[in-house]
């Protein structure tokens, strides 16, 4: 156990070292010399506005995991221009809480990893209440070893979200 989180694999777990440092590193999906940015093309997805869009993965263990991608191809918060870099935390809170109304939620994770795509976006991962194994950094670990979450649950619950960030919008504007 790792500061009260335990990970998906029998114990005890053997540290390996780390393989040898490439560089320069080979380009991301979206920088010259690599292939084309997936993300410039996207649709829609579940919600969007003017400047992000979110996603339902193609595949999740954890109905609720959801991806927000900025409609501007930059790379990193350090390239987003400072009003949407200020606009971020609006509408990550919105999806937080959107995520958390599903319920059965104890907390939503956030991540930013940045090495599979040159095209900024951050995934939302719940927690699921009581599952304190999965606290902190072990999150993702698990959501990659349960079981996948067919398809239909997937699409229910980002619509569930999409819904709950529609309703939203929709009381902030008669309430403003």
Same mark, same amino acid.
């Given at each position: 156990?790792?500061?009260?989180m335990?990970?998906?694999?029998?114990?005890?777990?053997?540290?390996?070292?780390?393989?040898?440092?490439?560089?320069?590193?080979?380009?991301?999906?979206g920088?010259?010399g690599?292939?084309?940015?997936?993300?410039?093309?996207?649709?829609?997805?579940i919600?969007?506005?003017?400047n992000?869009?979110?996603?339902?993965?193609?595949g999740?263990?954890?109905? =609720?995991t959801?991806?927000?991608a900025?409609?501007?191809?930059?790379?990193?918060?350090?390239?987003?221009?400072?009003?949407?870099?200020?606009?971020?935390?609006r509408v990550a809170?919105?999806?937080? =809480?959107?995520?958390?109304?599903?319920?059965?939620?104890?907390?939503?994770h956030?991540?930013r990893?940045?090495?599979?795509?040159?095209?900024?976006?951050?995934?939302?991962?719940?927690r699921?209440? =009581?599952?304190?194994?999965?606290?902190?950094?072990?999150?993702p670990?698990w959501?990659?070893?349960?079981p996948?979450?067919?398809?239909?649950?997937?699409?229910?619950t980002?619509?569930?979200?999409?819904?709950?960030?529609?309703?939203?919008a929709?009381?902030?504007?008669?309430?403003?």
């Amino acid at each position: 156990m790792l500061h009260g989180m335990k990970l998906p694999f029998a114990e005890p777990l053997t540290v390996i070292p780390p393989g040898p440092r490439v560089v320069p590193e080979p380009p991301r999906r979206g920088e010259p010399g690599g292939e084309p940015c997936g993300i410039c093309d996207q649709d829609e997805g579940i919600w969007a506005d003017a400047n992000w869009v979110l996603h339902n993965p193609v595949g999740a263990s954890l109905p =609720g995991t959801l991806w927000l991608a900025s409609r501007l191809h930059v790379d990193s918060f350090k390239d987003l221009p400072a009003e949407l870099v200020a606009d971020f935390g609006r509408v990550a809170a919105l999806v937080e =809480g959107a995520i958390l109304s599903l319920g059965d939620i104890a907390r939503v994770h956030m991540y930013r990893w940045g090495d599979g795509a040159a095209h900024f976006h951050v995934w939302f991962m719940p927690r699921p209440l =009581g599952m304190l194994d999965a606290t902190r950094f072990a999150l993702p670990v698990w959501e990659d070893n349960l079981p996948q979450a067919s398809a239909s649950d997937i699409e229910q619950t980002g619509n569930a979200v999409a819904a709950a960030l529609v309703a939203k919008a929709a009381s902030t504007a008669s309430a403003g």
